[in-house]
């Protein structure tokens, strides 16, 4: 079965420093991969996708970054963090290339910018 | 701006009872939905997908109303185990004109003993 990896499950991080955070899937090959957004009380923001290793499509300009280095790795940067990036940062993953449109999604890393 | 809206409760319901959420969206031609839930400080999970008028699973009914453009979810015989914040998703264009998931802010739902 399908398993997707996120860490850290939390993290504060001063403004103005650098962020890092990693997804791995496990089970599947040639997934789409997905970063979304949650702010308090607001619905899922997608933030980048990527249907295959180096192919990044971003949704909303940002001080944020991905990269898809391997099949099953999604990472999400940034040079400089701001306030306004504090959430809960999700990743999700789908079949590629296939006719079913369900995303499934890992722990999740909640994240204080102060 | 395309949208899906749901109504944020709380929706504050008895343990035994059925209770009912309803979501709009904007999109006529949206094809494929689904209803996620999401546990305080977890990760959404998928509940249900609705592809043609409707879907049941259990205890659990999705309607979809294309004319009206809102899908339903039904829960019968609540537990206190579906306090949860329930997401609705519509599948739909995206900005770079692919499709992606839309998402509801999602409703909020407390079983009480």
């Known amino acids: 079965s399908q398993t997707i990896h996120q860490w850290p499950a939390t993290l504060v991080q001063p403004v103005g420093s650098p962020l890092s955070l990693e997804c791995t899937v496990e089970g599947t090959s040639n997934p789409n991969l997905y970063w979304y957004r949650q702010a308090a009380g607001r619905g899922l923001q997608l933030l980048f996708y990527?249907?295959?290793?180096?192919?990044i499509s971003s949704e909303v300009p940002q001080n944020l970054s991905a990269s898809r280095p391997q099949d099953r790795q999604f990472i999400l940067s940034s040079k400089k963090l701001l306030l306004s990036d504090s959430g809960f940062y999700l990743c999700?993953?789908?079949?590629?290339?296939?006719?079913?449109?369900?995303?499934?999604f890992g722990p999740g890393t909640r994240l204080t910018v102060t | 701006r395309k949208e899906v809206e749901q109504d944020p409760g709380p929706f504050n319901v008895p343990e035994g009872a059925t209770v009912a959420f309803n979501c709009t969206y904007s999109?006529?031609?949206?094809?494929?939905f689904f209803w996620y839930r999401q546990d305080c400080r977890k990760e959404p999970k998928l509940l249900m997908s609705?592809?043609?008028?409707?879907n049941e699973d259990g205890r659990f009914t999705a309607q979809l109303n294309r004319a009206s453009q809102y899908i339903s979810l039904l829960i019968r015989d609540s537990k206190l185990s579906d306090s949860a914040t329930y997401l609705c998703v519509v599948r739909d264009l995206g900005t770079d004109s692919n499709y992606q998931l839309i998402w509801g802010a999602g409703t909020k739902l407390i079983i009480k003993p």
């Open positions: 999109n006529s031609a949206s094809q494929s």
């Open positions: 999700a993953w789908k079949k590629g290339r296939q006719p079913s449109y369900e995303q499934y």
């Open positions: 990527s249907v295959g290793i180096g192919q």
């Open positions: 609705v592809y043609s008028s409707g």
